[in-house]
């Protein structure tokens, strides 16, 4: 008995599938971008760990936190004279506060990439995705830091 060409099919398997090259700026980003995720987990991980083990001393202590969920922003805030803005940087020693330093590396780490590929486009006489990548950049650290939203 012969099989259908329907079962004849072999199932995608990557496994077999040749390698597909990459551009040597595909290999640089991702590779900066890994290690930027990786070491935002770690630090996220470990700051929590001494956060949640008492390692080091919290801005808001953890009993405190049940009676301050529900407040509101500014009532939160004001409770727990927490400051706003990049101000959190002043209390980074913090247990509860430390664990932005995670995030903030995770929200940043294209950032990296970004700024290795400049010199590789400006070799390659790629002026215009130079520019991009500056422009990007640009826009976000505008966007962090808090200029944009002055006022508001």
């Not at 202590?61 to 004001?78: D, I, M, N």
């Amino acid at each position: 008995m012969t099989k259908s060409p329907a079962a004849m099919v072999q199932p995608f398997d990557p496994a077999f599938e040749p390698p597909i090259e990459q551009p040597l700026e595909h290999q640089l980003y991702a590779r900066l971008l890994n290690w930027g995720t990786h070491l935002g987990l770690l630090v996220l991980v470990l700051t929590f760990a001494a956060y949640a083990f008492r390692l080091v001393p919290a801005h808001v202590a953890l009993s405190q936190l049940p009676g301050l969920w529900g407040q509101p922003v500014a009532r939160y805030l004001e409770l727990t004279h927490s400051p706003t803005g990049w101000g959190w940087l002043a209390l980074v020693q913090r247990g509860d506060v430390a664990g932005l330093v995670g995030i903030v590396i995770l929200a940043g780490c294209s950032l990296a990439g970004l700024l290795a590929l400049v010199p590789l486009y400006l070799r390659r006489g790629d002026k215009a995705f130079a520019a991009l990548c500056l422009a990007e950049v640009a826009v976000v650290l505008l966007a962090a830091s808090g200029w944009l939203s002055r006022g508001h």
